[in-house]
Structure formats: C-alpha cells, structure tokens
C-alpha cells in the first residue's frame, strides 16, 4: 500500500531560473545542491515546499505543455503576493478554469520547461462539499 508522497522530480533545463521560482513563488527552502558531485542522472537540487520534498534535476525541457499539473496549497490572504511574483519573473500564467463557488480560487503557470503548475487556495474537502451542493441544487431544480 502507498503512503504519503515521498517527493515530485521535475527535470528542467535551468537549475538556478527554477530555484528563483521555487524560492520565490512557492517559498521553498533549498535543503541540497550536488553541484559537480552528481549522484544521480545528473546535477540536482532539493528543495523543501512546506513538508514537500521537491527536486529539480538538469535536463532538456518538456516537449510540449498539456494540463497535467502540480497543485501546491496557499492562503487565500497570499493570492495576490503570488500572482505578482509569478508575474515578476515573467511566466505565463493561464486563465482559472470555470469553477463552482466556494471552492477556492486558483492560479496557473507555466515555468520556462513546460511544466505546468497550480497554486490552489482550496481542499478537496471544500470541492467534494460544494459540488455535493451543486448537484442537490440541479435534482431540486429538475
């Protein structure tokens, strides 16, 4: 059986621009940097995001973008801080898909190898509640 998440890779092509954005836009504590002691496939950093472990490991960029995503919880009093900071350093932020009220706000954006990330104000709590809403309201209305 799988526990928790023991940690997110994300091969990129420019280890100190994906700090930036780690530190910066996810607030995340650099915990390791091998420099030219490589142990594993190739130079690698490890960051903390709150008690995720996160690694970046230099590489060639993600072909193409799609929706898969990494979604990292923020307060909702940090919105906007965020969102200027991802703006800051240039990455394209996406438009918020159509969500049901309540069930927090999110921000999208690409970092600079196509990876595509979520800062969510929301649980999955909140969502299960509101969309169990969302549905009684529809079956009363029909």
Known sequence: MSGSLSHITFVVSDLERMSALLKNVLNAKEVYSS???????????????????VAIMQGKALPDRSYNHVAFKIEEDEFDQRLNEIERLGLEVKPPRPRVEGEGRSIYFYDNDNHLFELHTGTL?????????TLKNRRAET
């Open 35 to 53: 420099g030219d002691d490589t142990f594993s496939l190739s130079p690698e950093k490890f960051f903390l995001v709150g008690d995720v472990w």
């Open 125 to 133: 709590d909140m969502r299960l509640e509101h969309y169990r809403n």
